[in-house]
């Protein structure tokens, strides 16, 4: 009788999990208490962008990744949308520009000037208005340079071509609130997972419908495409009200390849997919852990790697993308982590241990880099192209030179006695006008200043041109 050994040697079963000091992570930040399902974060190798607690309408801060430490509390914030924000998104291949979506019914792309916020930002490069309900998810193509699409409570999700900044397709087969959508590799299909139970895979451009899993064991919440294996994963729960991971064929959704419980816990389940390493990571919203495992094309599918474990609950997490990890320590994934508790964004970094200084070929394979494969226009004509390939080896260091063109639009202005109240946001409350004003009384304290000391400046500058005209007669 034949001996099957169930230990798989894998080159990531010592993978590990390490948290950044604390001097390198993101402290005082007023992470939102909304209870949508979602991460509230978004990273690249730029800035780190955060929904955040606000009165009166919705915010989100954006951080250059460099700057950690303890952030002031009069940190400048994205302040345009009338209702809560409820999903953020970076542009993959123009690092300055970041989706958001909100409660108002609007997507609005904005345009974050190099180094940061130096001021309230309150008006976007485009404002988005299609929906007839509030929108929770948003998600740029992976391949095309200017298409975003955007699921709403409407049960609809809209392709909005941002070469023309107007919708370009309406996809209307979901009877429920859409829970999440993912993209293939080329962005030619798209799955999404929604509250009537139902897995679909979408052919994009055309809204059609090409596969339909009725999930009743498996109530499915998180879909994610993995890569280029043609297959899917889902998280939900069972029948038994346990966490359960399951593995389908997008060719075949009748039933799935296979189904694994992972615990009794309560908590959404967040799936993240390295496509390069084909690592799986499993996230539970108020978990403190995360547990990665190896998906491969034979069984048993999905090998548990290991944990890593931290007593602190996460609100959400930020993934960075490859070119923006540190390869010198062989860092294969990096996450933000949003403590809520302790206003703290905490990096997370999974490293495989490897004694060799040397570029470590073996786990840093050609990946999709920051330039787009196609134009909007070339993909809403039908053309479908890979990513555009790049290496880790030289860190990437060639600027983009693609620059980022937002359709013309009037620039709106509402002026109150000579001041622009859009430019100039209005305190919400009576400590932030105290702050204002405090602040404001600095001001003027330093100007004046200033224009003592340039009133002083001048007056010597004089006496010394007088002195001047003075010697030049005698000299002749």
């Known amino acids: ?77 994205v302040c345009g949308h009338q209702g809560n924000v409820l999903d953020i998104k970076w542009n993959p291949f123009f690092e300055n520009i970041v989706a958001s979506c909100s409660e108002d019914t609007s997507v609005r792309v904005w345009e974050i000037p190099e180094g940061g916020l130096r001021r309230n930002m309150t008006e976007a490069v485009l404002e988005l208005y299609g929906h007839s309900r509030r929108v929770g998810l948003i998600e740029w193509h992976p391949t095309s340079s200017g298409i975003l699409f955007s699921a709403g409570y409407d049960y609809k999700i809209l392709i909005w071509n941002l070469e023309i900044g107007e919708p370009v397709k309406m996809i209307d087969c979901h009877t429920d609130v859409i829970l999440s959508m993912s993209f293939n590799t080329d962005g030619s299909l798209l799955a999404t997972s929604c509250k009537d139970k139902k897995l679909r895979v979408i052919e994009p451009r055309s809204g059609r419908v090409l596969q339909q899993a009725n999930c009743k064991n498996h109530r499915v919440n998180r879909v994610v495409f993995l890569g280029n294996l043609k297959r899917l994963l889902t998280t939900g729960v069972s029948r038994w009200n346990t966490r359960q991971i399951a593995l389908w064929d997008q060719e075949d959704l009748s039933m799935p390849i296979v189904e694994e419980d992972i615990d009794g816990l309560s908590g959404l389940l967040f799936p993240f997919y390295d496509a390069d390493t084909h690592m799986l990571y499993l996230a539970g919203k108020g978990d403190g852990n995360i547990r990665y495992f190896e998906i491969t094309t034979e069984k048993p599918y999905i090998q548990y790697l290991m944990e890593f474990r931290s007593p602190a609950p996460q609100k959400g997490l930020g993934v960075m993308p490859k070119h923006g990890l540190d390869v010198a320590a062989c860092e294969v994934f990096r996450f933000y982590k949003l403590v809520t508790l302790k206003g703290l964004i905490e990096p997370i970094s999974m490293i495989v241990p490897r004694r060799s200084d040397t570029y470590q070929e073996d786990i840093y394979p050609m990946t999709a880099g920051t330039e787009p494969a196609l134009s909007a226009s070339e993909w809403l004509s039908g053309i479908d192209r890979d990513p555009v390939l790049m290496s880790l080896k030289d860190t990437y260091t060639r600027p983009n030179q693609l620059v980022f063109k937002a359709p013309v639009k009037e620039k709106k202005s509402v002026v109150v006695n000579g001041i622009d109240l859009l430019e100039n946001v209005p305190p919400r409350t009576e400590n932030e006008l ?20 340039k009133d002083v400046r001048i007056r010597q500058l004089e006496l010394e041109l007088n002195n001047l005209k003075n010697v030049s007669p005698n000299n002749v």
Request: glycine share 6%; charged share 25%; hydrophobic share 35%.
């Open 1 to 77: 009788m034949s001996w099957r050994p169930t230990y798989r040697s894998s080159k990531f079963r010592n993978v590990y999990g390490k948290v950044a000091n604390r001097e390198h992570c993101f402290d005082g930040i007023p992470i939102t208490k909304n209870v949508h399902d979602n991460h509230f974060c978004a990273v690249n190798s730029k800035f780190v962008a955060v929904v955040t607690e606000s009165a009166g309408g919705g915010s989100f801060i954006v951080i250059p990744v460099s700057q950690t430490g303890r952030l002031d509390s009069h940190y400048p914030k």
């Open 434 to 453: 105290l702050r204002m004003f405090f602040r404001q009384q600095e001001e003027l304290r330093r100007l004046k200043d200033e224009l003592t000391t």
